[in-house]
């Protein structure tokens, strides 16, 4: 019997032993660290550097328990509220192209209960994997600092925490560990605005710049090599066979490639067969120190903005502009997101904001990632985990990496594959 086009696409280059990864974000380095785990060699080629992207500045949440699909009909009513609201959580900002146009019209088609507890049941295995995949990257000699500690989420009068308590109460069904509890007193560093905390046990979180700088070290010290300044410009076929092409140098040889270029993916994976837009839904972070620093992660769901232990300080991170990817730093932006938080937060020095920072995450129209095969032999994705691409980067990584390396479909990335319509 021949083998049927799924197959075909994973089998023919089965085993490769050298491997481009292209993008050195969370998601690129740990298919570089897992590739390497099946003897692969890697080379990460990076246009910038490593944590060029989104992966440097982010709130370093491993929240598997909290991870669902953006699209759902809740967000769907505040979303089209807030674009017309200036200074709101969700905005589209600047020129909107027709790729954005496609990705809010997919975006509003997958907002229903219906699709929302599809992309649930296909994120249940990653959620159920993501933490041992980090516990597999410390114990392999990642020397990332992985740290636990309970998640205080802060609810404002008026504020219902019936939406995420049924991501919890889903999460849980799924086979998580999840365990959280409610307190109403008043705690630092939330002001006598919240009303009630839940305090969710059984997450994780991580500084992700030491993240990174751990796993590349870890890359390195395997033997990969990571080309910093190595923007590709094209993959595919050339006479030596497979082949990342740059704008400098020579092309690099490989038996297979993973594109892992975050909100940049489609530039390389659109004529690789990758339909399903990818857009920058940009959020903004920075640094404040607090009177009373915070030794675990702080979230306030009616702000959507993060708080998490930075040093002796808090980064503090949120807001979603759906907006052009390389755009330049909006520092009004900014100081909405800190404005927006002033009167939840006490203690905290508002004229003392450092470490500015924007970031894109990948987002796509269902909010599931994209992991697999393209209809290049050889050629795969990893990329479009929107807002949870450090949750989800290590086991993506393993899984991915088990594909390629053994050229068997892995079943639990198949609601993943890159090439469906979304
Ligand atoms: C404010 C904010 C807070 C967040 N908080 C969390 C959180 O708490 N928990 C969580 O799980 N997620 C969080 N996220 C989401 C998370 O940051 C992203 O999902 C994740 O970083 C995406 O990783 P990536 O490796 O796919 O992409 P990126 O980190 O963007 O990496 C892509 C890399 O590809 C490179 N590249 C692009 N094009 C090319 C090319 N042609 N050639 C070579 N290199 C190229 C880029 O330079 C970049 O380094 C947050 C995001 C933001 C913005």
């Known amino acids: 019997m021949s083998p049927s086009f799924e197959e075909s696409r994973l089998t023919k280059l089965s085993a490769p032993r050298q491997v481009v990864v292209v993008g050195a974000g969370v998601v690129g380095l740990s298919c570089a660290w897992f590739l390497q785990e099946h003897g692969a060699d890697v080379t990460v080629l990076d246009r910038s550097g490593v944590g060029a992207g989104a992966s440097w500045g982010n709130a370093g949440y491993i929240t598997p328990a909290m991870s669902a699909p953006l699209p759902e009909p809740a967000l769907l009513r505040e979303g089209v509220r807030s674009l017309l609201t200036p200074g709101s959580p969700v905005t589209v900002s600047g020129r909107v192209s027709a790729a954005t146009l496609a990705f809010l019209a997919g975006f509003t088609r997958n907002s229903t209960g219906s699709r929302w507890r599809r992309g649930m049941a296909a994120l249940a295995p990653l959620g159920l994997a993501s933490i041992p995949a980090f516990d597999e990257l410390v114990s392999g000699g990642v020397a990332a600092e992985v740290h636990k500690g309970t998640f205080r989420i802060g609810f404002a009068a008026?504020?219902?925490?019936?939406?995420?308590?049924?991501?919890?109460?889903?999460?849980?069904?799924?086979?998580?560990?999840?365990?959280?509890?409610?307190?109403?007193?008043?705690?630092?560093?939330?002001?006598s605005r919240i009303k009630q905390i839940l305090h969710l046990e059984g997450q994780r979180f991580v500084a992700p710049g030491q993240l990174l700088d751990a796993l590349a070290e870890s890359v390195t010290k395997r033997g990969?090599?990571?080309?910093?300044?190595?923007?590709?410009?094209?993959?595919?076929?050339?006479?030596?066979?497979?082949?990342?092409?740059?704008?400098?140098?020579?092309?690099y040889r490989a038996d297979a490639v993973v594109l892992a270029t975050g909100a940049w993916l489609p530039e390389l994976a659109r004529r690789l067969g990758v339909r399903v837009p990818v857009q920058a839904g940009r959020g903004y972070s920075c640094s404040v120190p607090l009177a009373e620093p915070i030794n675990a992660p702080v979230y306030l769901p009616g702000a959507r903005v993060a708080l998490t232990p930075y040093g002796n300080r808090a980064r503090v991170a949120g807001t979603m502009e759906i907006a052009d990817r390389d755009a330049p730093f909006d520092r009004g932006r900014?100081?909405?997101?800190?404005?927006?938080?002033?009167?939840?937060?006490?203690?905290?020095?508002?004229?003392?904001?450092?470490?500015?920072?924007?970031?894109?995450?990948?987002?796509?129209?269902?909010?599931?990632?994209?992991?697999?095969?393209?209809?290049?032999?050889?050629?795969?994705?990893a990329g479009g985990h929107g807002m949870w691409g450090v949750t989800f980067g290590a086991v993506t990584g393993k899984l991915l990496a088990r594909q390629i390396m053994s050229g068997v479909a892995v079943p639990e990335l198949a609601p993943f594959d890159p090439l469906r319509t979304g």
């Open 158 to 191: 008026g504020e219902d925490p019936a939406g995420l308590e049924h991501e919890l109460t889903t999460a849980r069904a799924a086979g998580q560990p999840v365990r959280y509890r409610y307190t109403t007193g008043h705690e630092p560093p939330f002001s």
């Open 224 to 251: 990969g090599e990571i080309v910093e300044g190595a923007q590709v410009r094209s993959v595919g076929f050339g006479p030596g066979g497979l082949q990342a092409d740059t704008w400098t140098g020579s092309p």
């Open 334 to 381: 900014l100081d909405t997101v800190l404005r927006s938080i002033h009167p939840l937060i006490d203690g905290a020095d508002w004229a003392d904001v450092r470490d500015p920072w924007v970031g894109a995450r990948p987002l796509t129209p269902d909010g599931l990632p994209l992991i697999g095969a393209t209809k290049v032999e050889g050629v795969h994705v």
